[in-house]
């Protein structure tokens, strides 16, 4: 069942998210926005999936606070994830990587510093979001 799943998403770049954080629940809703031609597709840290993904990764499996984009087999996480998935929306948000020149250990204190207070920041849910009839196709 799994690996159907991961099957029918081949060839998009897949971020996995905390998907009962807020935060990042409306940064999934923004992405779906601004991406009309669904080239990314994505998946909840807590499901069954993501730990598969993960796993193949070589990533943490218990870790809720991290953001992981999958492209072309490689994984990227962090500030590094969010600034490549910026770059693979439409003009004019590719603009933002060339934030990619900040050293990383600068990059990634901020985003630990958000990612350590989302929940008292932005609140969290007790379960994932649902995605509808209209996105659903784009959810692992």
């Not at 998210?17 to 926005?33: E, M, S």
């Not at 600034?83 to 439409?90: E, M, N, P, S, T």
């Amino acid at each position: 069942m799994i690996a159907n799943q991961m099957d029918q998403h081949q060839g998009h770049p897949i971020v996995l998210v905390d998907g009962v954080c807020h935060f990042c629940q409306g940064l999934t809703k923004w992405i779906i926005k601004r991406d009309l031609e669904g080239k990314f597709h994505f998946a909840s840290l807590q499901s069954d999936v993501a730990k598969k993904l993960l796993e193949k990764g070589n990533l943490s499996t218990d870790s809720m606070d991290t953001f992981v984009l999958i492209e072309d087999g490689k994984y990227y996480t962090r500030s590094t994830a969010a600034l490549r998935l910026a770059k693979g929306l439409k003009f004019p948000y590719p603009l933002l990587y060339v934030l990619i020149i900040v050293p990383r250990f600068i990059r990634n204190a901020i985003y630990n510093m958000v990612a350590r207070n989302r929940y008292r920041w932005f609140g969290k849910d007790e379960v994932c979001m649902l995605p509808t009839p209209d996105i659903k196709d784009r959810f692992l």
